[in-house]
């Protein structure tokens, strides 16, 4: 009894801890993101509260839970209501099967200290939940009353179908590969050096669907220039234009928890996750102990994820909106072929030169 009571808290602690981190990295991103967009266009960005302007996101979360919370007229009110949970809830839930770092030893057991979860099915887990999220964009658009929300709203499901075939394609090479759906067994399929990163690795690198799998997951969040569900100048602000207070920041909240999602999980299926570029670890290699070697893991994960953080801001600074027809063109004609075309040679690969994982 006292052993699943230590065990309820230890996973109870994981929890908050990484809900903790996801929630102060979403804060962080806000800021960094006007500050890169202010970079880039040769501006200053937010200055005015606090010194540079760092305190500016305390100041939208403020703003925004003191905001009048208005629901139209005709809105259907419980359906409105629940759409923000539905697209928040999901994107949280799919942290609990990502290892943000290698597994340890102590006191000579084997412990995962650095995921929630490692089920056998983690992958297919975070793409199921990923899709209920749609719903909640979808259900947002039509609960609203409004002509803008509802074109937002179908903008997004048909944009939700058209990618997430291709994002579930472009893994399928690296499941091949690994021959595992968990994320910890991939990622430790790709340890020892870079060049066994499977966007990389022999028999069959993966850099095409590292292609796809990253422009599709950018259709995938709404981010520019996939983001038509939303499009200022034409929906005003699209699926959620009559959002206002705690349920529009859930709408904000649930956008950022996906983009730091989908820049795991590209780290982990393509870039080795947790794994340095390098065998082994300096850490290791100048104490002569893994003890803390962790500690360099956890570094290389970071770094990777804000990598992607990073090229999401990039792309908004640099690229202009697609046309509807363009994005529909684009995902069906250009990513599907090239999807289905790496899941082909892949398995051919696999077949002919198996690299021995189970």
């Given at each position: 009894?006292?052993?699943?009571g230590?065990?309820?808290?230890?996973?109870?602690?994981?929890?908050a801890?990484?809900?903790?981190?996801?929630l102060?990295?979403?804060?962080?991103?806000?800021?960094?993101?006007?500050?890169?967009?202010?970079?880039?266009q040769?501006?200053m960005?937010?200055?005015?509260?606090?010194?540079?302007?760092?305190?500016q996101?305390?100041?939208d979360?403020?703003?925004?839970?003191?905001?009048?919370?208005?629901?139209?007229?005709g809105a259907n009110?419980?359906?409105?209501?629940?759409?923000?949970?539905?697209?928040?809830?999901?994107?949280?839930i799919?942290?609990?099967?990502i290892?943000?770092?290698?597994?340890?030893?102590?006191?000579?057991?084997?412990?995962?200290?650095?995921?929630?979860?490692?089920?056998?099915?983690?992958?297919?887990?975070?793409?199921a939940?990923?899709?209920?999220?749609?719903?909640?964009?979808?259900?947002?658009?039509?609960?609203?009353?409004?002509?803008?929300?509802?074109?937002?709203?179908?903008?997004?499901?048909?944009?939700?179908?058209?990618?997430?075939l291709?994002?579930?394609?472009a893994?399928?090479g690296?499941?091949?590969?690994?021959?595992?759906?968990?994320?910890?067994?991939?990622?430790?399929?790709?340890?020892?050096?870079?060049?066994?990163?499977?966007?990389?690795?022999?028999?069959?690198?993966?850099?095409?669907?590292?292609?796809v799998?990253?422009?599709?997951?950018?259709?995938?969040?709404?981010?520019?220039?996939?983001?038509l569900?939303e499009?200022?100048?034409?929906l005003?602000?699209?699926?959620?234009?009559?959002?206002?207070g705690?349920?529009?920041?859930f709408?904000?909240?649930?956008?950022?928890?996906?983009?730091?999602l989908?820049?795991?999980?590209?780290?982990?299926?393509?870039?080795?996750?947790w794994?340095?570029?390098?065998?082994g670890?300096?850490i290791?290699?100048?104490?002569?102990?893994?003890?803390?070697?962790f500690?360099e893991?956890?570094?290389?994960?970071?770094v990777?994820?804000?990598f992607?953080?990073f090229?999401?801001?990039?792309?908004?600074?640099?690229?202009p909106?697609l046309r509807?027809?363009?994005?529909?063109r684009?995902?069906?004609?250009?990513?599907?072929?090239i999807?289905?075309?790496?899941?082909?040679?892949?398995s051919?690969?696999?077949?002919?030169?198996?690299t021995?994982?189970?």
């Amino acid at each position: 009894m006292t052993e699943i009571g230590v065990k309820l808290a230890f996973a109870l602690g994981q929890i908050a801890v990484v809900l903790a981190i996801v929630l102060l990295t979403v804060m962080l991103l806000t800021l960094a993101e006007r500050k890169v967009l202010g970079w880039m266009q040769d501006r200053m960005g937010p200055m005015e509260v606090g010194p540079y302007g760092i305190l500016q996101p305390i100041a939208d979360g403020l703003k925004l839970f003191f905001k009048e919370d208005i629901i139209p007229a005709g809105a259907n009110r419980l359906m409105f209501s629940l759409a923000p949970i539905l697209a928040l809830v999901p994107a949280l839930i799919g942290f609990a099967v990502i290892p943000f770092g290698p597994t340890i030893t102590w006191n000579g057991e084997p412990i995962k200290p650095f995921v929630i979860s490692d089920i056998n099915i983690g992958i297919l887990y975070i793409l199921a939940f990923t899709s209920i999220g749609a719903y909640g964009i979808i259900l947002g658009g039509w609960a609203s009353n409004s002509k803008y929300s509802l074109l937002g709203g179908l903008r997004s499901a048909a944009q939700v179908i058209s990618y997430e075939l291709n994002v579930g394609l472009a893994i399928v090479g690296v499941l091949l590969l690994a021959g595992s759906l968990s994320l910890v067994t991939i990622t430790e399929a790709q340890s020892g050096g870079f060049w066994h990163w499977f966007v990389i690795a022999w028999p069959a690198p993966q850099l095409l669907a590292f292609v796809v799998y990253v422009i599709s997951s950018v259709a995938e969040t709404n981010r520019v220039p996939f983001d038509l569900p939303e499009a200022e100048s034409e929906l005003v602000a699209g699926f959620f234009t009559e959002y206002s207070g705690m349920r529009f920041a859930f709408f904000f909240l649930a956008e950022y928890a996906n983009m730091i999602l989908v820049s795991c999980i590209a780290t982990i299926l393509f870039l080795g996750g947790w794994n340095a570029p390098y065998p082994g670890t300096i850490i290791e290699h100048v104490f002569g102990s893994p003890d803390f070697a962790f500690i360099e893991n956890i570094f290389w994960f970071t770094v990777k994820v804000y990598f992607f953080l990073f090229l999401f801001f990039w792309l908004r600074a640099t690229l202009p909106r697609l046309r509807y027809d363009q994005l529909m063109r684009f995902g069906w004609k250009v990513m599907l072929p090239i999807a289905l075309g790496n899941v082909v040679l892949t398995s051919i690969a696999a077949y002919f030169f198996p690299t021995g994982t189970p």
